[in-house]
């Protein structure tokens, strides 16, 4: 057993809207001091990026989960992906419309189907007979955030790496994708090796637009510049985000890895995310 353990956090890239971001901080916090609970108790890093993306999708505060916002079509439409990086187990959702927490749907799907991803009809079939929560009145639960000033796109994607104490490697992402997306649009945040990756070397949930971070594959992008490049976390991590400024995208990344090493790069106006250093340390920040 490792004594190491270490948790990144994120509430999504870009921060636009001129508001406080107080609620969110308290928010981030609170979850962070949750999750260096649940590692210090000894629990695996697959139910620690579990419960704490669930509440980061309940909390209404991000877009993901409660706080996510209709595409054109006035749909709610959501993906998440969660990986364990022990042993490369994997489950996605993409597109899943009327349930409370889409990243319960993507470990289902790992935990319970021969599977790693369900998208659409099949994904809600999937998840009510899984008997997962059902979200009652879409006009009543969703309090999408409003578009925060004239851009076509803006994120807030949620998600959480973490390494456990005894050396396991896990990561989930869940979002309701940008706003103004068209109806079937999936991003990056389901797509494994895309805006989530979990494996021996490196833990990685992204978050900005998704187009960049599919077509850069960033998440594994990340691991194979360590595993085959030889580079450090923080290498690893800019370097990945680099190549997204370079195609003139815009978000930003979490990491942990085997070592508790931590990385949170991002080149957009603001991330929001908390970290858990292995002494102990939890910081929350937003610019
Ligand atoms: N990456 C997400 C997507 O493109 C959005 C976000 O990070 O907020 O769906």
């Known amino acids: 057993m490792s004594k190491s353990y270490a948790l990144l956090l994120h509430g999504g890239a ?6 406080s971001y107080d609620p969110e901080r308290m928010h981030m916090r609170e979850l962070a001091e949750a999750g260096k609970a649940m590692l210090e108790a000894g629990d695996a890093a697959l139910d620690v990026v579990t419960e704490i993306v669930r509440r980061l999708e309940a909390s209404g505060l991000y877009v993901a989960g409660k706080g996510a916002s209709p595409n054109k079509a006035g749909r709610y439409e959501l993906d998440a992906a ?85 050396g396991r490697l896990a990561a989930a992402t869940s979002t309701g994708g940008t706003l103004n997306k068209l109806e079937g649009r999936v991003g990056d945040s389901p797509i494994l090796g895309a805006g989530c990756w979990a494996d021996e070397h490196v833990a990685v949930s992204c978050t900005g637009q998704g187009e960049f971070f599919l077509r850069r594959a960033t998440a594994k992008d990340i691991s194979a510049r360590m595993a085959y490049g030889r ?27 085997s070592q508790g090493g931590l990385a949170q790069p991002f080149n957009s106006p603001g991330m929001k995310r908390a970290a858990v250093y292995p002494d102990g340390r939890i910081t929350v920040e937003i610019d």
């Open 14 to 19: 870009g921060v636009l809207a001129p508001r």
């Open 82 to 166: 969660i990986m364990d990086g022990s042993d490369r187990r994997a489950g996605s959702v993409a597109a899943l419309t009327g349930f409370v927490s889409p990243i319960h749907a993507a470990r289902a799907v790992m935990e319970t189907t021969p599977h790693v991803m369900l998208a659409g009809r099949g994904a809600e079939s999937f998840a009510g007979l899984q008997e997962l929560e059902r979200v009652e009145s879409v006009n009543d639960y969703y309090t999408p955030a409003a578009a925060p000033d004239d851009r076509a796109i803006a994120t807030g994607t949620v998600g959480c790496v973490a390494l456990d104490t005894s």
């Open 231 to 257: 580079q450090s976390l923080a290498e690893a991590a800019a370097g990945a985000i680099g190549d997204i400024g370079g195609m003139d995208g815009e978000g930003g990344v979490i990491c942990v890895d």
